[in-house]
């Protein structure tokens, strides 16, 4: 029984000591915003960012993740679950999407971070996550030119034309 024991305790070590290397599983938990174009599907969007206005003053994790510690690292295991989950079984939307959670995330930074100009505008309503949304406008704000963002195009997007 021991035997067993360990052969499938050193199975199961060994497997997830591979998964983790194979996947670079130890960048995720760096600022680092080349760990998010680990994954092909999203390169679109750290291309677009690289081209962006705010690749000089923000990271991905600025953007995307909570601020406070405990927050960022319970959204990198929440969003490092189903994205293991996603390319694993292959069952992601594409192009990806953000999902409504981490859209309120986001919509929290960027009033955050332009507090100063945008507070009163956003914050109009009593539930700041029923406000007005930032990337409503904004969209291209944090990836540049749409690079793979998901939602259908606006009408002059779909015809050429730059917003």
Not at 36 to 43: F, L, S
Not at 69 to 95: C, M, R, W
Not at 117 to 125: E, I, L, N, R, Y
Request: hydrophobic share 35%.
């Amino acid at each position: 029984m021991w035997t067993l024991l360990a052969v499938f305790l050193g199975i199961f070590s060994g497997v997830g000591i591979f998964t983790m290397d194979h996947a670079e599983g130890l960048s995720y938990l760096s600022t680092d915003p080349a760990a998010c174009a680990n994954c092909h599907i999203m390169q679109p969007q750290y291309d677009s960012w690289m081209k962006s206005g705010h690749h000089h003053v923000a990271t991905c994790v600025d953007c995307h993740l909570p601020h406070d510690f405990i927050g960022k690292y319970v959204a990198k295991l929440e969003n490092g679950y189903h994205h293991s989950k996603g390319f694993t079984f292959q069952d992601f939307h594409e192009p990806i999407m953000i999902k409504e959670k981490n859209s309120n995330i986001l919509q929290m930074n960027c009033v955050h971070c332009h507090d100063d100009t945008a507070h009163d505008m956003v914050m109009a309503s009593d539930e700041p996550l029923e406000a007005v949304n930032c990337v409503h406008c904004h969209s291209r704000v944090g990836h540049g030119p749409r690079g793979g963002l998901g939602g259908p195009l606006r009408e002059n997007e779909q015809a050429g034309e730059t917003l």
